[in-house]
């Protein structure tokens, strides 16, 4: 047991959930709102379609990365698919511009979605602070979006920083579920299929992570190889205990920031964060279905 773990072991992992679950909306709505959309124009990108601003925003914290470290450190989109928009995107406005901008469009959009009152009010700022210090106690050791997402400088307004917190958080997450896959012997294109599986959600929306219908039936046949999924297509029992542990083990890795804060701020953060989640999820912004399971694990 790492030190990290060792740290962490007394957290739920259903807690550590549940704050994912609460948090990941606040981050999400980025990619949706049109405030968003508004910015990723003015900045000059296609916004016929998300992803242009979607590599932007998310990539900005890595610097002027290439194709090769964003796929890399992103983990389930195609290579293909990302060299499709990076490097262009900082062709378009480099990340200094995209890291600016999308704090402009969080701005706007929380003011649209939250309301002036809320955004203002000492409930927010009390979720803003507590919310940052558990994202500052997040380890960043072998986890490249969160370090970089952890070096940015924090924001002045609470609802920023509650925004730059519930990020650095969920890349915290995403790194260690990355590693789980890994430890798992799980490929981009296995997680999805074997996610996909066990129902977090249909093939059709992991699909849009750009994978061809030859890598998607290559992985299909490896999983059913190893015994992972039956012959027609279904999760067997062996792909369904992986699939928890990878789970269990993402929670586990991403415990140590409420392990830090402790279960009394822990539970009072859950609290203030109902009221910002219910605007978020009730503004019909987000996909009802979503690549991350959210609802469904």
């Known amino acids: 047991m790492t030190a990290e773990t060792a740290h962490a072991s007394n957290v739920e992992p259903g807690r550590v959930r549940q704050m994912w679950h609460l948090l990941e909306p606040l981050h999400a709505l980025l990619y949706y709102a049109p405030e968003a959309f508004e910015e990723a124009a003015a900045l000059g990108h296609d916004v016929e379609e998300r992803w242009p601003g979607y590599f932007a925003w998310r990539a900005a914290p890595l610097g002027p990365a290439g194709a090769e470290r964003v796929a890399s450190a992103f983990y389930s989109f195609s290579p293909s698919m990302v060299a499709r928009y990076v490097p262009e995107v900082w062709h378009t406005a480099p990340p200094a511009d995209a890291l600016a901008a999308r704090l402009r469009a969080v701005d706007r959009a929380y003011r649209s979605v939250l309301g002036a009152t809320t955004v203002e009010g000492p409930e927010l700022a009390e979720a803003a602070a507590l919310a940052r210090r ?63 599986a066990v129902g977090a959600a249909s093939e059709k929306t992991f699909e849009s992570r750009g994978w061809s219908a030859a890598e998607w039936g290559a992985a299909r046949e490896r999983l059913a190889a190893r015994g992972l ?23 586990r890795l991403a415990a140590t920031p409420w392990a830090a804060i402790g279960p009394g701020d822990t539970t009072r953060l859950a609290e203030l964060l109902g009221g910002p989640w219910l605007a978020v999820i009730g503004s019909g912004l987000l996909p009802a279905e979503n690549t991350l399971g959210i609802g469904k694990i």
């Open 134 to 196: 558990a994202a500052e106690a997040a380890p960043t050791a072998g986890r490249p979006l969160a370090a970089a997402n952890a070096e940015l400088p924090w924001a002045d307004a609470p609802h920023l920083v509650l925004w730059q917190a519930a990020t650095l958080l969920r890349e915290h997450r995403g790194d260690g579920h990355v590693a789980a896959l890994l430890a798992a012997g799980l490929d981009p294109v296995e997680a999805l299929l074997s996610f996909a």
């Open 229 to 251: 999924l039956a012959a027609d297509g279904t999760v067997t029992e062996a792909g369904r205990a992986l699939r928890a542990e990878v789970e269990l083990c993402t929670d």
